[in-house]
C-alpha cells in the first residue's frame, strides 16, 4: 500500500471523523488502512485467486454483524469475534476463507485507543485464519445513536470442488462430534458485564476454525455437515441439522463437555449451557465408519483437542433432539425461543 499514513491526533471519535474529508481519511488511514494493508485505496478489492479457476469450485459467501456488549473480554473482543465469526460461517459449509470486508459504525466520543486495539485484533485474528481484510467503509453517528462500537464483516471463499457439507445430508447412524467445551463464550460475556457481581476464570472459545475442518476432511471425506454454535449454542445448531436433515437426534449429557465454572454459572443464574452462544465451537456429523478418524484429526490440531462425540442421529422423533439425562430419562431439547442473553455476539 503506497499511500502515505496520517498520525491522527484526536484522542476521541467526533462526528467530524465521518464527513468524508481531512479528518475521516486520517481516521481510515491511521486505525484500520495502516494495520490491514489492503492493496490499494479504491473503493473496491480487487481480488484473484488460483483456487477460482479450479474445475468445479465454487464461491462461498457470508455477511454478520457484531454488536458484542462489552467490546472487549476475556479471550477476544468484538474485532476477533467479527473476523472469527465470518470465518467459521465459512469453513462450516465447507469453504476455504480468503478475503474478508469490515464495516465500522463508530459512536461518536469513541477513544481512538479502542479502535487501535480492535484493529489490531482484527488483524491477528485474520493472519490466524490464514484470510485478508481486503475492504472496508466507516461511519460516524452521535452520541446514543450505536454503543461505542459495531463491526460487521463479510467473507468470501472457495468451495473446492467435490465438496458439500449440508445439514441435509446427515443420515441416522452418523455421530454427533463437539470440537470443545460448551458456553465459555457466554460465561464469559456474562461475567464481563458486571452485572451480578460474578467472578470467574472462564474466558470466550473465539477462535479461527478452518485448519481443524481441513483436518477433518482430510481424514472422514465423508463427513455430512458442521455448524457453530454460536447464538443459541448446540441445542440450536442440533435443531436446525435435525429439521434440514430429517431425522432425530439424541444426545448423551454425561458426554457433553462442559467446565465446572460454566455448570455453577447456569445453575445460580438458571440458564441451559446448551443454549449459551459459542465462538469457536462447532458440531459435526460423520458416518459411523469414519468417525474415529474425525474425532482424532479433531484432537490433532489445538482447537480440537478437547473433542468428544456426543451422540447421533436416529430415525426416531424426525426433526427433534433429544437428550439422555444423567438420571437415565430422557428430555425434549428444543430451539431456543428468543434469547437467553442478548448482544452476545
Not at 465459512?90 to 459504525?105: D, E, K, N, T, Y
Not at 468470501?156 to 443420515?171: E, F, H, K, S, W
Not at 482447537?303 to 428430555?331: E, L, Y
Request: glycine content about 12%; charged content about 20%.
Amino acid at each position: 500500500m503506497n499511500a502515505p499514513v496520517r498520525r491522527l491526533r484526536a484522542d476521541r471519535v467526533t462526528l467530524a471523523h465521518g464527513g468524508g474529508g481531512k479528518a475521516m481519511r486520517e481516521l481510515i488511514e491511521d486505525v484500520f488502512v495502516s494495520v490491514f494493508r489492503p492493496d490499494g485505496l479504491e473503493d473496491q478489492a480487487r481480488l484473484q485467486a488460483a483456487a477460482l479457476a479450479e474445475p468445479g469450485a465454487r464461491l462461498a459467501f457470508t455477511t454478520d454483524g457484531f454488536v458484542v456488549d462489552p467490546v472487549e473480554f476475556p479471550g477476544g473482543d468484538i474485532g476477533r469475534i467479527a473476523v472469527c465469526g465470518t470465518v467459521n460461517d465459512l469453513v462450516v459449509g465447507g469453504a476455504r476463507p480468503l478475503w474478508l470486508s469490515a464495516a465500522f459504525i463508530i459512536e461518536e466520543g469513541c477513544e481512538v485507543a479502542l479502535l487501535r486495539r480492535i484493529a489490531a485484533s482484527m488483524q491477528a485474528a485474520a493472519e490466524e485464519a490464514g484470510v485478508a481484510i481486503v475492504t472496508g467503509d466507516t461511519k460516524v453517528v452521535g452520541r446514543g445513536s450505536a454503543d461505542r462500537v459495531f463491526v460487521t464483516t463479510s467473507g468470501v471463499g472457495v468451495i473446492p470442488a467435490g465438496r458439500a457439507l449440508a445439514a441435509d445430508r446427515v443420515r441416522p447412524g452418523d455421530v454427533a462430534i463437539v470440537n470443545g467445551v460448551l458456553g465459555d463464550h457466554g460465561a464469559a460475556i456474562l461475567a464481563a458485564r458486571g452485572d451480578m457481581a460474578l467472578s470467574t476464570d472462564v474466558a470466550s472459545d473465539c477462535q479461527p476454525l478452518g485448519a481443524l475442518v481441513e483436518a477433518v476432511l482430510a481424514a472422514a471425506p465423508g463427513t455430512r455437515a458442521a455448524r457453530d454454535a454460536t447464538r443459541g449454542g448446540l441445542a440450536s445448531a442440533l435443531n436446525e441439522i435435525a429439521e434440514a436433515a430429517g431425522c432425530g437426534i439424541v444426545i448423551d449429557e454425561t458426554a457433553l463437555p462442559l467446565r465446572t465454572e460454566v455448570k455453577g454459572l447456569c445453575e445460580i443464574l438458571g440458564l441451559d449451557p446448551l443454549y449459551l452462544a459459542n465462538e469457536g465451537t462447532l458440531v459435526l456429523f460423520a458416518p459411523e465408519h469414519e468417525a474415529d478418524a474425525a474425532l482424532a484429526a479433531m484432537r490433532s490440531v489445538p482447537a480440537g483437542r478437547d473433542a468428544v462425540a456426543i451422540g447421533r442421529a436416529v430415525g426416531d422423533h424426525p426433526g427433534r433432539v433429544v437428550m439422555q439425562t444423567v438420571f437415565g430419562g430422557r428430555r425434549i431439547v428444543d430451539m431456543l425461543v428468543g434469547e437467553q442473553l442478548p448482544r452476545i455476539c
